[in-house]
């Protein structure tokens, strides 16, 4: 948790400032996935907030930069998606900036913007300025 933690909050854009408490709740509510390197250091994490029924939304999904450019990331997504708690949904979302093309290698698809609406709040609204 400290490692993720440490990434989610200091290196990752979508995540900045997030306070451990906060993520320790997501996480508690997400199926969580962890890959790990043959000497048990971790490499990558994702998670998966679902019903477990009808839809997934794929989160907070890297791989630490010394585990990266082997097509782990993909195999760790793929892991996800497959999961037997998870295979049947009929709708998954994400969001990304920049890994678009990593994603439509296993078949997703830009959405449908008319459609899809979203609301946020500045993470400064929520977790103060540090």
Known sequence: M????RFLSRDAYW???IPRDVLETAFENSLCFGLYAPGGEQAGFCRVITDRATYGYLA???LFAEH???GLGL???QCAVDHPELCGLRSWQLGTRDAH?????LGWRTAD????MAH???PSDIYGDG
């Open 2 to 5: 400290d490692r993720v933690h």
């Open 15 to 17: 995540s900045t400032g």
């Open 60 to 62: 907070d999904v890297f």
């Open 68 to 70: 990266r450019g082997r």
């Open 75 to 77: 195999w760790l997504v």
């Open 101 to 105: 093309g990593i994603y439509e290698r």
């Open 113 to 116: 913007p008319r459609r899809w």
């Open 120 to 122: 946020t709040v500045a």
